[in-house]
């Protein structure tokens, strides 16, 4: 059964610095991964979409990064600014189907 | 604009009561989903449709019910049956039910049972 975590659950950082957000899934079989934002109260907005052959996806300032083999994905986002401050979700579809099992998060907040 | 709406954003019930939330999209998509979110956990999938009247169990549907009679339209009956309803549900398609499209939300509505 796949099973996503999310590693830190909670991060603080100063504006101005660049980060990491780590995701790792257990069954490596997948077909692609997405990366959402959700700020709090709202909906989840999908930031990238990186399909299973692809290494890595760039939009703006966050580039994420996809390892299959060792069950890993990261996001970077660099310059880091208050606005960036929510939710980070990642997720996986189950099997072929498009049912996405999720990580619990990581929860940025970004210090002026 | 393009998107999926929900309402209402928050609805309160009283324990007992069903309750229908609704969710639109104008995307054009064959594929729909509920989620539920409750804190400290990650979303889990309700019910998903991946074509006009058609509907399929996600991993915790007990005590749910959906129906799909237009391609627009996919609204959640949470029922009394439902132990535990207080949560953020968020609804959720893509372009159809392959795994390699993007799935977008809407914004959620919060139910509170008391």
């Known amino acids: 059964k796949q099973e996503v975590t999310q590693i830190p659950a909670a991060l ?3 504006e101005g610095e660049n980060l990491v957000l780590n995701c790792s899934f257990t069954d490596s079989a997948i077909y692609n991964l997405q990366w959402f934002r959700q700020d709090p109260g709202k909906g989840l907005t999908s930031l990238l979409l990186i ?9 703006g300032r966050l580039n994420a990064s996809l390892d299959k083999s060792s069950g890993r994905s990261t996001l970077y986002i660099a310059a880091s600014q208050p606005g960036d ?3 980070y979700l990642c997720a996986v579809p189950s099997g072929a189907t498009n049912k996405l099992i999720f990580g619990t998060g990581t929860l940025l907040a970004v210090q002026p | 604009d393009g998107g999926i709406t929900q309402s209402p954003k928050y609805l309160f019930r009283k324990e007992g ?15 729909m989903y509920w989620y539920r979110q409750d804190p400290g956990q990650g979303l889990r999938l309700i019910y998903y449709s991946q074509i006009v009247n058609d509907f399929q169990k996600g991993d915790i549907a007990e005590g749910y019910s959906v129906s799909r009679e237009k391609k627009e339209s996919f609204p959640l009956t ?3 049956a439902q132990k535990n309803p207080t949560a953020f549900y968020l609804c959720a398609s893509s372009i159809d039910s ?17």
């Open chain 1, 12 to 14: 603080s950082v100063p």
């Open chain 1, 51 to 59: 399909q299973s052959s692809q290494r890595e996806q760039t939009s």
């Open chain 1, 85 to 87: 401050s929510a939710t």
């Open chain 2, 17 to 31: 009561q069903n309750v229908t939330l609704s969710c639109e999209q104008n995307l054009n998509h064959d594929a």
């Open chain 2, 78 to 80: 949470v029922t009394s």
């Open chain 2, 98 to 114: 392959l795994s390699s499209y993007e799935q977008y939300f809407g914004p959620g509505t919060r139910l509170t049972v008391t």
